[in-house]
């Protein structure tokens, strides 16, 4: 615990804020993450690959409340330090890998939304790495004395390649077009279609002169331009971050989770086969998204065979090369030190202003496991909250008794959302019985 | 009751009437024998009654009879006189055989009557003959010697020991001669010598020379001219021969000292008889009988026989097996099982159960066996003091009883109680052994000496009546198993031997027998019924293990039973993938041994057991009905068991998991919890070692005991822990090494997020406006300056304007300057929004 790292005061307020909302913090998850030293070094792991030009997947495995999310905002965090530009996104019903009424174009809008470097860790950088990318062919095309906007061809022209890739190379010009002759509007239109806020080819076409757009067919194949062009433009990478994809195992139809998987399939494949660059992702589901071989990608025979567990992986050996990553629910014991880690935050390092001695932590925790049992390790962020809420009152409060507040903290057992039908949820036509009345 | 004693029929007692007069005295004598028993006593008592009556008719009757014969006899005699002197004239003349080739004279009896006269009167027990006047003359001269030939008719006889002649009269007055006299008056006819009067035999008893047919008479002197050795003549034949020994033997050496020295000749010719015509029970009884009363009281020897004699045909004690024992008794010497079963079985009030009636040999040997284990050494009596008297009922109709005078007092072992209670005993468990083995050939009377059959005996029984059957059992299960410890094998085969016939169905009740009968052989199969397991598929296979230790037999505990549906259920996890590691199999026992406490036989066959189930793979039909009896608690444990079985190595293929859910599914558990097991399982890190079961002291009296319930980190509360609500209890260990995780990834991360701290001191920097720190070109530089310069509020569009100006893009000089000042002082310089917000200390720094 000597080793802790020193606690910048705009982390510790966003911390306590977001951990007070329930929610994951955006920064300063070195402060709080408890244990899982393995699991990390196995994404950095990762990270450094996509830096020198990989390309990797991981499944993160976790029961709800298991910390899935934090995880993936840890990594996302690591990587944009690592100068890497990350995209995340919650995959919900109206956000799918793969559908046909533009449900995975939101999808992938929602990531260029998300869309963050380090400098912009909230999103919305979009134009940062495209300007990015055209400042350094604008520096270049000075030295060389040459055209602007023959550099940016030149340079991308490798992408042109690559599915989309003469558009997208099209656009970026368009955008340094726009700069360069003071033509917002053009430079507005080209980051719309980078998002892949056209919906039609015709406005795209008017607006830029280009004839694709991003849609539901081909919104994979721009990520992988993006990653490439991410790491043109002097960023070592692109990471994307997927949250629960429990959504797609609770899709009712059949077809419609095999399509979605086997997009997961093709993302697979090109990751392990290389295919991809600079590319890496990151897919947060639940157990019963992975192992349950009706619904969910145990059901995908070409998945099963390769998320399946390294075989020798066994007898206290493990291995965390293997695509899934599985996260262990959190014990009493882990909760524990997570609250440790909350009180030394909010003493801002200082052991001697700890709100609370040990046994109060201890008090708490038996005050929650009285009021919810078991399931408040299970599912912390109740008792994180309420930790955070008492904290509060004790430093606002020094005069107050932490045992006489303590009794006052009101616990509710949570439910677990992921478990929850999905509601309003859109089923393919074909699977579902026409109702019809004589 | 007399008639178990006696070996004539109560008709032929009937009508004589001194036999009568013995029988009653023979009676009371058992009466005071049986005297113990109030069964035994009663019955004496009124047979006794009977025999009192019975002989005062006879006497009366006797009288008449006697005073009748007496003038018959007289006619007869004369009679008889000129018969056989005419007839033996005429039968020697006729003869056509050249008499100068015959060996001797034909030393027939003398034929006149003077010689009757001369014979003196016999000193007989019960003297028959008191009342006829004409004496018999002395059968010395009726008597054929050993060793000398005689011609009779066509025949020439060697060997003598015959009577010949006319005349002999028997000892018992109501007879007309000697039975056993050839008369050379009686015709014969040679025709067809291998025919022999059928009924003759069943009248062996009351044969007499003379009454036989003239074609029976030539086969009887055609049997003693053949050296009286021809194993297949009618037994009939013996017994006409026999009464003359008897004779010889018992009377004449009361009068004669030539027969006197025959005794041993007659001895022996009776004994070779014996050894030729022993077979026949009858003949057997009464040659071994004298035989044995001869030895001890004419040879004095007092021979202790090593085996009892076979059982007397007519019931009841023979003579013979109550000198033998009386020999052994009053010689100290112990009774051993044979003798004993013969005491016990000839008894006459002993009365056998069916099974020991239905299976007597099985009976028999159970008996020999159980005695032989109680009384190694056999069953030393005391000789009790009740003499044994010795009565012989000769054979020959033509004899009267006689009393054997021995030197040597035997006891009479018919009054003992104490050595009969403790046979009735043995006898009696034997019965009961022998129940299910008889009830099943009551049922199947063709059964016997089959397997199944077999199954039902005692086992050490077994090897002694096993027979062709058991050879061929021990010599598959040998030969199959060898040196291994088991033996996958066809059911086929082993069911063919067992039962021939073929079945498509082993019935439960044939396939429990069938294990017993392999327990019994020491040796046990899998799947048996009798633990839970299906029934044996005759096409499919089984597996062949011996007993460790004898005394593992059913029932097994009801951990087995418990861990035989657990096995079950996991193996049928196991099984899943499609094949089943090493590990996994390995994982199964081990943690099914460590769970229950299994003793060596239960592991053994739980081994066994699994190596069926996965070569069988019977799925998990018929499972559901049994798990749905088990409580919540015991379901989830099994749950969380199978799941670990299917993780065991390290593997966790779809199938497996698709039976998974099936059996959470039909333990009632949600299929929620079959992922979260899985998850559980797998996910757990390396920094502690999965726990998948904590080894505990089982519990007596629990089918299972205390839950696998730490799987992984899922469940790490500690058995010691008790997890009441308000008191919760931390594993400070585990807690420390979480610890130690965190800090770690907290220093890893550390790293990350803190870049090392610039190692230029400010000092080191000179105070320029051009580039201060490496990232920032000349244009950036002069932002960041202007910026500075600005030092007030900052919107976006003025950034935009300042961007402009100096010819760069805003939203990357944004990106750079932050850049380059997460370099610096590893926070950023601006943050994005409208006004931007700019970080003073940071601008203080990257332009310091």
Known sequence: ?438 | MISKFRSVSPVHLWVRGIVGLAAGTFGLLLFAGGGGGALLGLLSMSAIYLMMKRYEREQIEALQIVSRRERKNAERERASVRETQGSAGVHLTSSRSSRSSAPAEVSGPPLRPEHLDSVRSLPLLFDASHGNERRSRSPDEFWVPEGQEIRLHDFIIPGGMIYVGQGLRALEEQRRGEPALIQPSLSVRVEDTKVWSKELDEWRLFLTYERLSERDRAFYLQWLAGGRCDPSAPIACVFLFFFGLERRLLFDTRTSERAQKEIPALIAEIERLLGIYGEEPQFSRYARELLALSRLCFLQQLVIEETPPPMSPDGGFSLELLVGLGARLASRVPIQGPWAFSWFIQHPLVFLRTPARRCPAEFERLFLLRFEQMYPQGLLIQPNKTKLNLIYEPANRGLPRYHFDSSVELPDVRVLQRPMRKFAEIAESGMAELESYSRFLGRNPDARGTAQALSLLPAELLPLMGGDVLDSFRKLLESKLSDQQFALIHASELLSLWSPGGFQKLQKKSAIDLSIFLEKLGFALEPDVRFGSPAINPQGKIVLFRLQERSQRFPLSQEYEAAMVLLRLAASVAIADGNVSPEEKEHLVAHLERLLKLDGGEKARLSAHLSWLLEEQPGMGGLKKRLESLSPVTKRQIATFTTSIAGADGYMSPTEIRILERIYKMLDISNEEVFADIHALTSSPATVPVVVARAQPAVTGRAIPDPPREVASQRRDKPDQVQVPGSLALDMDLVQAKMQDTAEVASLLANIFEEEEAPLPPAQVPPTTELSFVDLDAAHTQLLQALQAKGTELTLAQFEELCLERDLLPDAAFDQLNEAAFELCDAPLLVDGDPIDVDWSVMQEMCS
């Not at chain 1, 990151?282 to 099963?304: H, I, N």
């Not at chain 1, 496991?369 to 955070?388: H, L, M, Q």
């Open chain 1, 1 to 438: 615990m000597t080793d802790q790292p020193k606690i910048r005061p705009r982390d510790r307020e966003i911390i306590i804020q977001s951990l007070s909302a329930g929610v994951v913090p955006r920064t300063g998850h070195q402060h709080i993450q408890v244990g899982r030293s393995e699991e990390v070094k196995a994404l950095l792991n990762d990270l450094r690959l996509i830096a020198e030009g990989g390309s990797t997947v991981r499944f993160v495995i976790g029961e709800y409340g298991s910390g899935k999310t934090f995880f993936l905002n840890l990594i996302r965090a690591i990587a944009l330090e690592q100068r890497m530009v990350t995209v995340h996104a919650d995959l919900n019903p109206d956000r799918r890998l793969h559908a046909t009424g533009g449900q995975a174009r939101a999808l992938y809008q929602e990531l260029m939304r998300n869309l963050s470097t380090r400098s912009k860790p909230e999103g919305g950088a979009l134009p940062s790495v495209v300007e990015r990318f055209i400042t350094t062919a604008l520096k270049e095309a000075r030295e060389q004395g040459s055209e602007t906007e023959s550099v940016i061809r030149q340079r991308l022209e490798s992408l042109t390649e690559l599915v989309g890739g003469y558009d997208f190379a099209e656009v970026i010009a368009g955008y340094w077009r726009g700069h360069d002759t003071g033509n917002d509007q053009l430079k507005a239109d080209a980051v719309r279609w980078l998002r892949g806020e056209f919906s039609t080819k015709t406005d795209a076409r008017h607006a830029l002169g280009v004839r694709t757009i991003v849609d539901d067919s081909n919104f994979y194949d721009m990520l992988k331009l993006f990653s490439l062009f991410c790491k043109m433009s002097g960023f070592s990478g692109l990471v994307v971050c997927l949250d629960e994809l429990v959504n797609l195992y609770k899709l009712p139809s059949g077809r419609a989770r095999k399509t979605n998987y086997e997009q997961i399939l093709r993302i697979l494949n090109d990751s392990l086969q290389g295919s991809s660059t600079s590319l890496g992702f990151l897919l947060g589901g639940t157990p019963e998204f992975l192992f349950d071989t009706r619904k969910g990608l145990y059901s995908y025979e070409a998945l099963q065979t390769r998320l399946a567990q390294n075989r020798f992986a066994q007898g206290g050996l493990v291995d965390f090369s293997g695509p899934v990553l599985t996260l262990a629910s959190l014990a009493p014991e882990d909760v524990y030190v997570l609250l440790t880690k909350i009180r030394h935050l909010y003493a801002s390092g200082d052991p001697t202003k700890y709100l609370l001695p040990d046994e109060g932590l201890r008090a708490f925790m038996a005050h929650c496991s009285e009021r919810v049992g078991d399931a408040y390790f299970k599912t912390p962020r109740n008792t994180i909250v309420n930790f955070v809420r008492l904290l509060a009152v004790l430093e606002q409060n020094p005069t107050a008794n932490w045992r006489e507040l303590l009794v006052h903290v009101q616990l509710e057992p949570e439910g677990n959302p992921d478990l929850a039908p999905l509601e309003g949820a859109e089923t393919d036509d074909e699977d579902e019985l026409a109702s019809f009345t004589l």
